[in-house]
């Protein structure tokens, strides 16, 4: 037994509160864990009491959830649709505590670096509140500073989350879930969210890749400027946006036929935004809910809260365009053929069924048989593909799980503001430009470059193999390694029917042998060894048939 895990929080007093939250909500097997040191396999308690059971943990535990929200690949889509919605229910501080922030991180006071400064907040979170200022020019900009201690808290909270996945590994859930990795990954999150210098570094660079598209007009679109010179790690300073969040701009413009037309305008050029982000950049906004994106005074599309966003290697974003295709096509054989190409095996032992692969993305497909492809959700059916995979024992990369849930975010916030929306009728007019440009790039003269330069390596490489192996071919070192799945069967089969053949002759033999010796000289001697090999014949015949005859059941 491993010795009880007091030392798991720094705090007794907390460790009781913990506790008692799991004994309240009924998951008797973290209380087992963390008072006994070990449980049974895990179990998840219902996505609902789930949820509240991070809410009554506190403002990390929720930031915890929210970032299981964005793993599809990791849990089931009640799950991720349950803790999508949870929301830290945190009070604000008061403004002596958050000036001392600003004081300490700037080394002026609020009335030194801006014209005004409002002390009440507009938003409060787990981790920073936000107020809205004035700056010496005029400007109004936004100013989220961190709440004094969170980092403490956070540290604390990343610490129990590392032990208590130590204390998991060793199960088959740890193991299947590479646990620990896990707690690893969670923990960087949450402490990158501690740095707003990388916000600010996130924000500036999604800036910078929107600033030039040729798939909508990049003045139409306004990612808040940044001011470096009055943000630190706590402090981050933006430009305040003028405007409404999408659910209450769905409210503010009007029904007429005008206003369907304008509503229709701006959701194609949000979809065309991130559709750019998502299939050119590969970096990503993986938090557009509606409250993040803003219908500004002046028509245009503002993009806010660059704290979480998710990247993809050319190779991801070559796959998951095909992947879309394949979708729009039914074509499950080409889905599987994909998803092996990204993802990998939770448990090594236990080899991919890549026929139950197929039949499963077959069986979700078929119900989009009938549907019109205008009609398509596809954030629906990336998390079902996902789903699918997790089901037969793949585990997708993390940027996978964060794509698939910017999309839904993204899917949801557009047919929000406009019904008629559908994110395959943005993507279809773009797919030539998109094919051309996963074909040669941006820049031509450099991938022909490149291109020249791979034959050159494969010029010079190639004769030295040929010989290679020429040598290896003459002097009979060649050795053929073949690693192929599923052939037990096909080797057991080979061998019975080898044995069935062998006994068949071994029966003929004898038969022949008995009637040479019977058409011979009759001596009592060779009568008897007649009648012997006829029984023995006789014997093994009736053997070989009753075998052939159980095979054949």
């Not at 895990?42 to 970032?67: R, S």
């Not at 798939?215 to 001011?227: K, L």
Request: proline share 5%.
């Amino acid at each position: 037994m491993k010795a009880p895990v007091i030392a798991l929080v720094s705090s007794a007093a907390r460790q009781r509160e913990i506790v008692e939250v799991f004994i309240r909500h009924g998951w008797d097997y973290m209380r087992q864990l963390l008072t006994l040191g070990k449980g049974d396999e895990p179990d998840l308690p219902a996505p609902e009491v789930l949820c509240k059971i991070l809410t009554d943990l506190g403002p990390v535990y929720v930031k915890l959830g929210q970032l299981l929200s964005t793993r599809p690949d990791l849990l089931p889509p009640r799950y991720i649709e349950a803790l999508s919605t949870l929301q830290a229910d945190v009070p604000p501080l008061d403004w002596e505590r958050m000036e001392a922030v600003l004081l300490r991180e700037l080394g002026q006071s609020p009335e030194a670096l801006f014209e005004t400064f409002d002390q009440t907040a507009i938003a409060a979170g787990s981790i920073a509140q936000i107020y809205r200022a004035q700056l010496k020019n005029g400007q109004s900009v936004a100013v989220k500073i961190q709440r004094p201690g969170i980092e403490v808290i956070v540290n604390q909270d990343i610490g129990l989350f590392k032990q208590i996945a130590g204390l998991l590994s060793s199960t088959d859930f740890g193991k299947r879930y590479s646990i620990v990795n896990l707690a690893e990954e969670f923990g960087n999150s949450l402490r990158s969210e501690l740095d707003f210098t990388q916000e600010a570094s996130y924000t500036e660079r999604l800036r910078q890749s929107l600033s030039q598209s040729r798939w909508f007009e990049p003045n139409q679109v306004v990612v808040p400027q940044v001011y470096h010179d009055l943000s630190s790690r706590k402090i981050l300073v933006i430009e305040w946006l003028e405007g409404l969040p999408l659910l209450k701009a769905a409210i503010a413009v009007d029904s007429s036929t005008a206003g369907l037309a304008t509503r229709h305008a701006f959701t194609s050029l949000a979809f065309r935004v991130f559709l750019q982000q998502y299939l050119i950049d590969g970096f990503f906004h993986a938090d557009p809910h509606p409250g993040n994106l803003f219908y500004l005074n002046d028509g245009r599309l503002g993009i806010l809260d660059c704290g979480m966003m998710g990247t993809l290697n050319p190779r991801m974003q070559s796959v998951m365009v095909e992947l879309v295709l394949a979708i729009v096509d039914f074509d499950s054989n080409r889905c599987a053929q994909l998803t092996l190409q990204l993802a990998e095996p939770m448990d090594i032992a236990q080899p991919i069924n890549l026929a139950q692969l197929e039949a499963d993305y077959d069986r979700l497909l078929q119900k989009y048989h009938s549907t019109s492809l205008s009609n398509v959700n596809v954030s629906e059916a990336f998390s079902q593909i996902i789903e699918a995979a997790r089901s037969n024992n793949l585990r997708w990369p993390s940027n996978i799980g964060l794509l698939t849930k910017s999309l839904a975010n993204l899917e949801g916030a557009g047919r929000e503001f406009d019904p008629s929306i559908n994110i395959m009728d943005e993507v279809r007019p773009l797919m030539i430009d998109l094919f051309r440009q996963q074909l040669v790039g941006n820049d031509l003269g450099q991938v022909a470059l490149r291109t020249a330069l791979e034959f050159k390596q494969l010029s010079l490489d190639s004769p030295r193999q040929v010989g290679f192996l020429l040598n290896r071919l003459t002097s009979e070192t060649l050795t053929l390694n073949l690693a192929l799945q599923d052939l037990n069967a096909v080797r057991k089969t080979l061998e019975d029917g080898a044995n069935r053949r062998s006994f068949s002759t071994v029966v003929g033999a004898l038969i022949i042998g008995a009637a040479i010796i019977s058409v011979g000289q009759q001596t009592p001697h060779l009568r008897i060894l007649s009648n012997i090999l006829f029984a023995v014949a006789s014997f093994l015949g009736l053997w070989l048939i009753v075998t052939i005859l159980r095979s054949s059941d």
